[in-house]
């Protein structure tokens, strides 16, 4: 297993991190067709993620209304696995309850969550705690305020945030820093080789504010998972059939995967793994969230960080995969051109 820092920060984790969404069966809505792994399938596919180096768990308190928060810390009870040696991350957002302060990142309901997770989890502190959604209503400074107080209560290690837009993450950062609050250490997006979209404004910000991504679905919900095909949209006994999430371009999707097959019949492998590979040869991701149901599907995920795809290869899938020009990205080069002239002498510390 290989391992980065998380984001600025001097924690180490594994670049595959185990997603506990799909523990427990129960819960209502999507969550009684997501949620379908017991205790006991909990406890096998734990082990099989310690066993290969991947002590690094991400779940969220809304994730089988709860009920993925207990699994997984009976799961560390019940292999015997010290605290010390993993890094749990959870999430704080979603309606937990029927009132009307039962949702959000106001600093009431981060303060009432978070204690409920650690009850669930059976932990003193959480390592990540993130905000798993853009709260359009609260002070982005009050949730970094109740965030803060966790870091300095010893609840909470470091913070994070999902599915955030990059302005708002790029002003929380900046405020942290002016204010001296605890600053989002991570992001966890959505991203694949079917949808880069983050690229158009995430990537340059990461590489600025040296923020770490943990990626979220990166099999597209299923669909690089080499069940689906032009031909088989809908197969049996996929979560996919019957969840479209998340949204992707299906005829992008399918001529990647045309590119994607040959690939993987070279390395010997599933399409799955050349999918989880090709964001793991991507310089800003800290680390990929996997999801399985099964011993064997996470065995094939686990197998990805062995997978060296040539620069050949991965050229074919930067081409196959690349987003349309949009403004104003396809007008920066144009006019910076002559800006980036190697001819051009840089600012130096003795010349600014």
């Not at 089988?64 to 991350?89: C, F, M, N, W």
Request: hydrophobic fraction near 35%; charged fraction near 25%; include cysteine.
């Amino acid at each position: 297993m290989h391992y980065k820092t998380l984001g600025d920060t001097g924690l180490l984790v594994p670049t595959l991190c185990f997603g506990c969404m799909t523990f427990h069966g129960g819960g209502s809505g999507i969550w009684s067709k997501i949620g379908q792994v017991d205790q006991a399938g909990a406890d096998a596919l734990v082990k099989e993620c310690i066993d290969a180096g991947v002590n690094f768990f991400d779940t969220a308190d809304v994730y089988s209304e709860g009920e993925s928060e207990k699994t997984l810390g009976q799961s560390l009870k019940h292999l015997g696995i010290a605290r010390k040696d993993v890094v749990i991350a959870t999430k704080v957002f979603g309606r937990t309850g029927p009132g009307r302060n039962d949702i959000g990142a106001s600093r009431g309901h981060i303060m009432d969550a978070v204690e409920a997770s650690l009850k669930r989890l059976g932990t003193d502190h959480i390592d990540l705690y993130q905000i798993h959604g853009n709260d359009a209503v609260t002070p982005v400074e009050e949730t970094l305020r109740a965030l803060d107080t966790l870091v300095q209560q010893g609840k909470v290690r470091y913070i994070g945030a999902s599915n955030w837009e990059a302005w708002k993450l790029s002003r929380a950062i900046t405020l942290s820093e002016l204010k001296g609050y605890a600053r989002f250490d991570t992001l966890q997006a959505y991203y694949s080789i079917a949808g880069r979209d983050l690229e158009r404004e995430f990537v340059p910000m990461f590489e600025h504010t040296r923020t770490g991504l943990l990626v979220w679905s990166p099999l597209a919900g299923g669909l690089l998972s080499g069940k689906f095909s032009r031909e088989n949209q809908k197969p049996e006994g996929s979560r996919r059939s019957e969840f479209d999430f998340p949204i992707v371009d299906k005829e992008r999707t399918w001529r990647i995967l045309d590119v994607v097959r040959p690939i993987a019949e070279a390395h010997g492998c599933s399409p799955a793994r050349i999918a989880l590979a090709w964001l793991l040869h991507q310089p800003v991701v800290t680390s990929v969230i996997i999801g399985a149901k099964r011993t064997d599907q996470l065995q094939d995920n686990l197998a990805a960080v062995d997978v060296k795809l040539s620069s050949e290869q991965l050229k074919q899938l930067r081409e196959v995969s690349q987003l349309p020009p949009e403004y104003p990205g396809w007008m920066l080069p144009f006019q910076g051109a002559s800006r980036l002239d190697p001819g051009v002498p840089r600012p130096t510390s003795e010349t600014k």
